[in-house]
């Protein structure tokens, strides 16, 4: 799948992302969420990598602000060697044809007062120099591209199912002939047989079209199946990235471990025996992370230097990464 | 949608008679005698009679029925033969007359028609055009000093009466500064652009008096519905389309938002057609606020009947029509 695996298309370097937190008669700041605090990583070009992690860890902010749908409030993002972290205005829109997203709820992100062919043509109106006659012919084209009827180019997004309208999302990010494409948990909305076919679509026009993603999820077994390489996201951070074997065989982090326990087994037998790490407590709030590591608070491993310090994200060999104390004295 | 407007209608008709029943039976019970207003030397026995011509002998249902033949049947037919010149049976049938001045009341209401209509309608109009991009800016700077600003204007509309306001202003534009006339004056005629002006000084502070009533009412729906909207998904997508600041904002989120909006300024319409009664009143314009004063206060049953009943057809066909532009404009409603 990996063509070059060394070209990189986009690049995070320290992205933060604090939201702060208004309170009070003169609604003063009083805080801040650090929904992502800290993320370091790269995107080959033509490789899916999965982002996982549970609800409210930082994974749609940290897509979000790839994309830059926010303004980053630390943090260096690149794509194709460009610096897009701080680029604004018109700038920034004419490179939206490069990046796109997949949103999660496909019945919210339509707009319900357009019909789908004005959905997907909008883009190409505001970007793309097209007559009229082009244009209905690129939208018929994507339509067709994603599995879509023709015919239904005039119907509003509400006429649809779940399945439907998410494929009406994939070929409006589409529509521009983008490199990289943010899916953040494009399946999640969907029941599980849909699940399948709309997966299927994306991979298969990931060969297709060449195309690169970031898949936000939180179904482990889906990003195994898809990704390439996976990062896991703890509260903000990223505790580890490797190659899609070696983290599903041998994770090194304790919270993937434990991540990855409660994945159930499709064999019965091996399901039988199969030993859940139950994590105790509650993710703290990110408005308020614990001092050192962020995953101290409930870790089964916890060591005293957990709690003070921490922990660097560091390279463990053959493309394994991970940010964990337990890892540094071995 | 044409079935669901029809079957709306027909529904409206019972509505309407239980309307008109019980206008009738208020008027008829509240206290007020028709030869109050007159003088004091005319004896009782003339009074009485005079009380008998007007038809208030008869019993309660009949005079009702009466009414109700003159409203429903004898207006119509005799609107007909005014509009085509036919003649329908002998043309000799009794219309709802007022008993103060012997009118029929529909000539009253035609009469009064017009002034209420520019004053108060152009109030609704400049309310709208004001209110809406107020209403936008507010929702899309929210909590800055654009929107402090508006959202003070707005409260103080709602809560500084009109009989209030309009004194303020008579009081600074025409007694202070002199640059208003403080009297509508309702015999002036457009001819040319002198007289156009003198029309437009006149309708000012009327207008603008009702305006901030409505402004306020109408911005801050339209700053709460934008706010609704400004945080849909969709939204973000459209940024994500890489679409311009104006296009996301003007096409994706105004368009949704209007929705709401433009019920509420359709349900104030039968508002106009009813006049603002006070505010008529303070500046002199003879519009159908006035008219309905008058019949109140001379106890002038038929005028006031027949111009509330007005008033409930109107409300009741303008909440149809809201239904139906909710209808036209949102496409998730399905009314069949």
Same mark, same amino acid.
């Given at each position: 799948?990996?063509?070059?695996?060394?070209? /990189?298309?986009?690049?995070?370097?320290?992205?933060?992302?604090?939201?702060?937190?208004?309170?009070?008669?003169? +609604?003063?700041?009083?805080? =801040?969420?650090?929904?992502?605090?800290?993320?370091?990583?790269?995107?080959?070009?033509?490789?899916?990598?999965?982002? /996982?992690?549970?609800?409210?860890?930082?994974?749609?902010?940290?897509? *979000?602000?790839?994309?830059?749908?926010?303004?980053?409030?630390?943090?260096?993002?690149?794509?194709?060697?460009?610096?897009?972290?701080?680029?604004?205005?018109?700038?920034?829109?004419?490179? *939206?044809?490069?990046?796109?997203?997949?949103?999660?709820?496909?019945?919210?992100?339509?707009?319900? *007062?357009?019909?789908?062919?004005?959905?997907?043509?909008?883009?190409?109106?505001?970007?793309?120099?097209?007559?009229?006659?082009? +244009?209905?012919? +690129?939208?018929?084209?994507?339509?067709?591209?994603?599995?879509?009827? +023709?015919?239904?180019?005039?119907?509003?997004?509400?006429?649809?199912?779940?399945?439907? *309208?998410?494929?009406?999302?994939?070929?409006?990010?589409?529509?521009?002939?983008?490199?990289?494409?943010?899916?953040?948990?494009?399946?999640?909305?969907?029941?599980?047989?849909?699940?399948?076919?709309? /997966?299927?679509?994306?991979?298969?026009?990931?060969?297709?079209?060449?195309?690169?993603?970031?898949?936000?999820?939180?179904?482990?077994?889906?990003?195994?199946?898809?990704?390439?390489?996976?990062?896991?996201?703890?509260?903000?951070?990223?505790?580890?990235?490797?190659?899609?074997?070696?983290?599903?065989?041998?994770?090194?982090?304790?919270? =993937?471990?434990?991540?990855?326990?409660?994945?159930?087994?499709?064999?019965?037998?091996?399901?039988?025996?199969?030993?859940?790490?139950?994590?105790?407590?509650?993710?703290?709030?990110?408005?308020?992370?614990?001092?050192?590591?962020?995953?101290?608070?409930?870790?089964?491993?916890?060591?005293?230097?957990?709690? =003070?310090?921490?922990?660097?994200?560091?390279?463990?060999?053959?493309?394994?990464?991970?940010?964990?104390?337990?890892?540094?004295?071995? | 949608? &044409?079935?669901?407007? @029809?079957?709306?209608?027909?529904?409206?008709?019972?509505?309407?008679?239980? @309307?008109?029943?019980?206008?009738?039976?208020?008027?008829?019970?509240?206290?007020?005698?028709?030869?109050?207003?007159?003088?004091?030397?005319?004896?009782?026995?003339?009074?009485?009679?005079?009380?008998?011509?007007?038809?208030?002998?008869?019993?309660?249902?009949?005079?009702?029925?009466?009414?109700?033949?003159?409203?429903?049947?004898?207006?119509?037919?005799?609107?007909?033969?005014?509009?085509?010149?036919?003649?329908?049976?002998?043309?000799?049938?009794?219309?709802?007359?007022?008993?103060?001045?012997?009118?029929?009341?529909?000539?009253?209401?035609?009469?009064?028609?017009?002034?209420?209509?520019? !004053?108060?309608?152009?109030?609704?109009?400049?309310?709208?055009?004001?209110?809406?991009?107020?209403?936008?800016?507010?929702?899309?700077?929210?909590?800055? @000093?654009?929107?402090?600003?508006?959202?003070?204007?707005?409260?103080?509309?709602?809560?500084?009466?009109?009989?209030?306001?309009?004194?303020?202003?008579?009081?600074?534009?025409?007694?202070?500064?002199?640059?208003?006339?403080?009297?509508?004056?309702?015999?002036?005629?457009?001819?040319?652009?002198?007289?156009?002006?003198?029309?437009?000084?006149?309708?000012?502070?009327?207008?603008?008096?009702?305006?901030?009533?409505?402004?306020?009412?109408?911005?801050?729906?339209?700053?709460?519905?934008?706010? $609704?909207?400004?945080?849909? $998904?969709?939204?973000?997508?459209?940024?994500?389309?890489?679409?311009?600041?104006?296009?996301? !904002?003007?096409?994706? !989120? &105004?368009?949704?938002?209007?929705?709401? !909006?433009?019920?509420?300024?359709?349900?104030?319409?039968?508002?106009?057609?009813?006049?603002? @009664?006070?505010?008529?009143?303070?500046?002199?314009?003879?519009? &159908?606020?006035?008219?309905?004063?008058?019949?109140?206060?001379?106890?002038?049953?038929?005028?006031?009947?027949?111009?509330?009943?007005?008033?409930?057809?109107?409300?009741?066909?303008?909440?149809?029509?809201? $239904?139906?532009?909710?209808?036209?404009?949102?496409?998730?409603?399905?009314?069949?």
């Amino acid at each position: 799948m990996l063509d070059n695996p060394q070209n /990189v298309l986009v690049r995070v370097d320290g992205l933060k992302m604090h939201f702060p937190i208004y309170a009070g008669i003169l +609604r003063r700041q009083v805080g =801040t969420v650090k929904a992502v605090d800290g993320l370091t990583f790269e995107i080959f070009d033509g490789e899916t990598l999965g982002l /996982v992690g549970e609800s409210g860890c930082g994974k749609s902010t940290a897509g *979000r602000a790839i994309l830059r749908l926010y303004d980053p409030t630390e943090g260096k993002l690149e794509i194709e060697g460009r610096d897009i972290s701080t680029i604004k205005g018109d700038a920034l829109r004419n490179l *939206r044809p490069k990046m796109q997203m997949i949103f999660q709820d496909p019945q919210a992100c339509l707009n319900p *007062r357009m019909t789908v062919g004005s959905i997907i043509a909008e883009p190409l109106d505001e970007h793309q120099a097209m007559s009229k006659e082009e +244009r209905q012919a +690129r939208v018929l084209e994507l339509m067709d591209q994603v599995g879509l009827n +023709r015919d239904f180019a005039g119907r509003y997004p509400h006429e649809f199912s779940g399945g439907q *309208r998410q494929r009406i999302g994939i070929a409006r990010a589409l529509a521009l002939n983008p490199k990289f494409i943010v899916c953040d948990e494009p399946i999640a909305a969907l029941d599980v047989s849909i699940q399948a076919q709309v /997966v299927n679509l994306l991979e298969d026009l990931q060969e297709r079209l060449g195309l690169t993603y970031l898949f936000i999820s939180h179904d482990l077994s889906m990003v195994r199946h898809l990704a390439t390489r996976v990062a896991v996201m703890y509260l903000g951070r990223i505790v580890e990235l490797a190659p899609r074997e070696a983290l599903y065989d041998r994770p090194k982090h304790p919270y =993937t471990e434990a991540l990855l326990s409660a994945v159930p087994n499709p064999d019965p037998e091996t399901e039988a025996d199969r030993k859940r790490i139950i994590l105790q407590g509650d993710v703290p709030s990110p408005a308020n992370p614990p001092k050192g590591c962020n995953f101290c608070t409930r870790c089964p491993k916890v060591m005293d230097i957990c709690r =003070t310090e921490t922990p660097a994200f560091r390279h463990y060999g053959n493309g394994h990464h991970a940010a964990c104390h337990l890892l540094e004295g071995a | 949608m &044409l079935n669901y407007t @029809i079957r709306r209608l027909l529904f409206a008709i019972p509505t309407l008679l239980a @309307i008109s029943f019980i206008i009738f039976i208020v008027l008829d019970l509240s206290p007020g005698d028709p030869t109050g207003n007159l003088p004091l030397t005319i004896p009782p026995e003339v009074r009485e009679q005079i009380r008998l011509s007007l038809g208030l002998g008869e019993p309660f249902p009949i005079r009702y029925l009466k009414w109700c033949q003159q409203f429903f049947i004898n207006e119509p037919l005799n609107m007909i033969e005014q509009w085509t010149g036919w003649t329908i049976g002998s043309g000799e049938r009794l219309r709802v007359l007022s008993w103060s001045t012997r009118s029929p009341v529909v000539d009253l209401v035609v009469e009064r028609m017009p002034q209420t209509l520019w !004053v108060v309608g152009m109030s609704q109009i400049v309310a709208v055009i004001i209110a809406v991009p107020i209403g936008v800016i507010s929702a899309y700077k929210q909590y800055s @000093i654009f929107d402090q600003i508006g959202t003070f204007i707005s409260m103080i509309g709602f809560s500084v009466p009109t009989f209030f306001t309009g004194l303020i202003l008579i009081v600074i534009f025409s007694v202070q500064l002199g640059w208003l006339p403080s009297v509508y004056d309702t015999t002036h005629r457009v001819t040319d652009w002198n007289s156009f002006w003198v029309q437009v000084r006149q309708m000012a502070m009327p207008t603008m008096v009702l305006a901030l009533a409505t402004t306020a009412q109408i911005s801050r729906f339209m700053r709460a519905s934008m706010l $609704d909207n400004l945080n849909q $998904d969709y939204v973000r997508t459209a940024r994500a389309k890489g679409l311009r600041e104006r296009s996301v !904002v003007m096409i994706h !989120v &105004l368009r949704n938002s209007m929705i709401p !909006v433009v019920t509420v300024i359709a349900l104030g319409i039968p508002g106009v057609f009813g006049g603002a @009664i006070i505010t008529e009143q303070i500046f002199k314009v003879n519009g &159908l606020g006035q008219l309905l004063i008058l019949g109140i206060q001379g106890a002038d049953i038929p005028l006031v009947q027949t111009l509330t009943f007005i008033f409930a057809v109107l409300i009741v066909m303008f909440n149809l029509i809201a $239904d139906v532009l909710y209808g036209i404009l949102d496409p998730r409603i399905r009314y069949d």
